[in-house]
């Protein structure tokens, strides 16, 4: 059971670069999340997903997009990159029981740096 | 607006007891979330809180007093492997995690 698979682990982009993280689990679960974690500051949720088809915004959603188009997989596209998404990146996922997220399991992260 | 804070850094000997604490402001309450996060990884989950009390699991225990806008994580017995970062969550109105900036725990021999 691989739990939140998160790709690539470690990336360097070019202001104005575009790039996809890709999450994964195999748990099931309805519901998806990303994070950007940065110094100082709590998780801040960029979108999440509560089931196939389903996405919406969280607090810092511009500059990223996402899709979810099966139950496994949470992409999320930075379409042009830029200095202030240097950050660490985390997918998470839950189970979903209409009340909002239950407790979630984190993915590795991925660590981006935008020159 | 919602807020969370937390000690930024505390520092404890091994086999202490170390109390964290969280106070929050958020519209609305729909439980609090403790997290553990070594450095470089993932937060895992450690404890949940959604009625006035305490819990305990092992080592671990954790309290909530929803009127005082509260809560604290209790450590026992620390060990050099509880060296990390805690992270306190509260579920809001709209059932969202808001996040405290986590406390960093330095243990020493």
């Known amino acids: 059971n691989a739990g939140v698979t998160q790709t690539p682990k470690f990336q360097v982009l070019k202001t104005g670069q575009s790039m996809t993280l890709q999450c994964a689990q195999d748990m099931n679960h309805e519901y998806m999340s990303w994070y950007r974690q940065d110094p100082g500051m709590g998780l801040r949720l960029i979108h999440y997903?509560?089931?196939?088809?389903?996405?919406d915004q969280g607090e810092v959603p511009n500059g990223y997009n996402v899709s979810r188009s099966t139950t496994e997989d949470f992409p999320l596209r930075l379409l042009s990159a830029a200095p202030s998404q240097t950050s660490v990146y985390f997918c998470?996922?839950?189970?979903?029981?209409?009340?909002?997220?239950?407790?979630?399991?984190f993915g590795a992260g991925s660590r981006l740096t935008v020159l | 607006g919602q807020n969370i804070d937390q000690p930024t850094e505390m520092t404890a000997t091994e086999g202490a007891i170390v109390q964290i604490n969280c106070t929050y402001q958020t519209s609305g309450f729909n439980g609090l979330f403790w997290y553990q996060q070594h450095a470089g990884e993932a937060p895992t989950f450690l404890s949940y809180?959604?009625l006035d009390g305490l819990e305990e699991k092992g080592r671990f225990s954790s309290f909530l007093s929803r009127s005082k806008g509260y809560s604290y994580l209790l450590l026992k017995e620390l060990q050099m492997k509880d060296s990390a970062s805690y992270l306190c969550?509260?579920?809001?109105?709209?059932?969202?995690?808001?996040w405290g900036a986590g406390t960093k725990l330095i243990i020493k021999p």
């Open positions: 997903s509560v089931g196939a088809g389903i996405t």
């Open positions: 809180n959604v």
């Open positions: 998470a996922s839950s189970p979903f029981d209409g009340s909002g997220a239950n407790v979630l399991t």
């Open positions: 969550a509260v579920r809001d109105s709209n059932y969202q995690l808001i």
